[in-house]
């Protein structure tokens, strides 16, 4: 099957049988969507940063447990980060008016908003797992733990979102590159480039990354449905990363208020703001994002500003209003179909094949 794609390295690399890897999506994904996806004969993605040793090992066992096929297993690799209470302050300032708006004392405590960065614990834990593919967002971690975490066999992918990156990657020993453009919901993987205004495109950044790496690189951003597929295949990718379309399945671990919001996006409704979690992010546009950002400079470092926004998310919430929610989207959202994970996979493969042999007759 492997031969009807015009390069099968990723599949070869990972031993999958589609070139469609499911994006991890902290918060938002759990083991029943690795599962599905994994069984469809994609690569099946468990994100790690927002869950304890114990949760991560629970879902793996639960993964293991449905499908013998290679899953994923995802980590930042962010700086924790140093309070500054300067920061702090300005941050607490300027969402004192929400805070007064829904009868929340300004000045009271404010939960701690937490994202674990790969770690001497977390290499452990994936030495006693062992998952085929481990990666990476926001680089990788320091070459001792990148050894390790090889040494278990694991293949390593991390994010680019610019030529630069792509490279860096390959000479710190990732096995393939994914290629994020500017379109992908959710966090940028942005570590050597901060500047936001010069975020590349998907379609100008995949056959620029392909031409400068050896390795295989991977399409994430924008991309939804066949014609984004074979378009990502076409510039030279050797599979691609969705994220988005798969928020649409019921395996998702998302609220109504998400759901929703998702059924609603449009192409010009999302941006990059940084007002959810001190790090640029592509979500949909809600009242915090207009008025506070899109992007401020006051925010907290990454992940400290969401702290101070859950009790207005605990007050706006249930009363149906999404305004301080991240609501992480890109921009094909309404490209979105609500199909169980494993269809949606392996429709997109049949699509993709249909296109595919169009292209070429």
């Known amino acids: 099957m492997a031969k009807a794609w ?147 066999g694991a293949k390593v992918l991390s994010s680019a979102t610019t030529v630069e990156e792509a490279v860096w990657l390959e000479r710190e020993g990732c096995d393939a590159i994914i290629a994020q453009g500017a379109e992908a919901g959710g966090h940028r993987g942005n570590f050597l480039s901060h500047d936001m205004a010069t975020q590349v495109g998907t379609m100008a950044l995949v056959p620029q990354v392909v031409d400068a790496v050896k390795i295989p690189a991977i399409a994430a951003g924008g991309i939804a449905d066949a014609r984004g597929i074979v378009a990502a295949l076409v510039l030279g990718a050797s599979a691609v990363q969705l994220g988005t379309a798969y928020l649409f399945c019921p395996e998702a671990e998302i609220s109504p208020l998400y759901q929703q919001a998702l059924r609603n996006g449009k192409d010009n409704n999302t941006a990059i703001t940084n007002v959810f979690t001190g790090r640029p992010a592509r979500g949909i546009v809600n009242r915090l994002v207009r008025e506070a950002g899109p992007l401020s400079a006051e925010t907290p470092e990454f992940p400290l500003a969401g702290g101070a926004l859950m009790p207005l998310r605990a007050k706006a919430e249930p009363t149906g209003v999404a305004d301080f929610t991240s609501l992480w989207s890109g921009q094909a959202a309404s490209l979105g179909r609500e199909l169980p994970a494993g269809e949606l996979t392996r429709l997109l493969a049949e699509e993709m094949r249909n296109k595919m042999s169009a292209f070429h007759s």
């Open 6 to 152: 015009p390069d099968n390295r990723i599949q070869e690399l990972l031993d999958i049988e589609l070139p469609i890897i499911q994006a991890p999506m902290a918060g938002s994904v759990l083991s029943k969507m690795a599962i599905a996806v994994s069984e469809a004969g994609g690569l099946g993605s468990l994100p790690c940063a927002l869950l304890r040793i114990d949760q991560i090992r629970h879902e793996y066992d639960l993964i293991r447990q449905k499908t013998a096929k290679p899953v994923n297993l995802n980590f930042f690799c962010h700086q924790s980060p140093v309070i500054d209470p300067d920061r702090e302050n300005r941050w607490r300032k300027r969402l004192k008016s929400y805070y007064t708006e829904f009868g929340i004392d300004p000045s009271g405590p404010v939960p701690t908003s937490s994202r674990a960065p790969f770690d001497a614990d977390l290499c452990a834990l994936v030495e006693e797992l062992r998952p085929e593919v481990v990666s990476f967002h926001f680089g990788l971690p320091d070459q001792k733990l990148l050894a390790r975490v090889k040494a278990t």
